[in-house]
C-alpha cells in the first residue's frame, strides 16, 4: 500500500514536500514515481526513482525546481518542490513498481491524491 501526504496551498515562488508512505514489502523492491492530474486532462508523469536511489528522471518542466528521493530504511518516498508556478496546481500520486519507468502504465501500484495547490 501507498499512503501519499503532504499536499496543501501554497504561494508561487513557495515549496512544499510531498511524502509517500509505503507498506507491506520494502520500498526497496520498487521503484518509486511521481504523477500528478489536473482536472480534465490526463495523469502525467513527474519523477521516478530507482530502488537504489542511483537514478532519477524528471518531466522537463519539473527539472531543476523538483526532487525525488527516497528512505528505504524507513519506507518512504518523497517530492521536494520549490519554486512552485501556479501550473503546478494539480492532485499529486505516488506509485509503485518493480520495474523502472516513466510510463504510467507500468506502474502497479498507487496511492490516494495529494492535492497541491499554488496560487499566483
Known amino acids: 500500500q501507498l499512503q501519499a501526504s503532504g499536499g496543501g496551498v501554497v504561494q508561487a515562488g513557495g515549496s512544499l514536500r510531498l511524502s509517500c508512505a509505503t507498506s507491506?514489502?520494502?520500498?526497496?523492491?520498487?521503484?518509486m514515481g511521481w504523477f500528478r492530474q489536473v482536472p480534465g486532462k490526463e495523469r502525467e508523469f513527474v519523477a521516478a526513482?530507482?530502488?537504489?536511489?542511483?537514478?532519477?528522471d524528471y518531466e522537463d518542466s519539473v527539472l531543476g525546481r523538483f526532487t525525488i528521493s527516497r528512505d528505504n530504511a524507513k519506507n518512504m518516498g518523497y517530492l521536494q518542490m520549490n519554486s512552485l508556478k501556479p501550473e503546478d496546481t494539480a492532485v499529486y500520486y505516488c506509485a509503485a513498481d518493480p520495474v523502472y519507468s516513466s510510463d504510467i502504465a507500468r506502474y502497479a501500484y498507487w496511492g490516494q491524491g495529494t492535492l497541491v495547490t499554488v496560487s499566483s
Open positions: 507491506g514489502r520494502s520500498s526497496s523492491y520498487y521503484v
Open positions: 526513482i530507482s530502488r537504489n536511489g542511483d537514478r532519477t
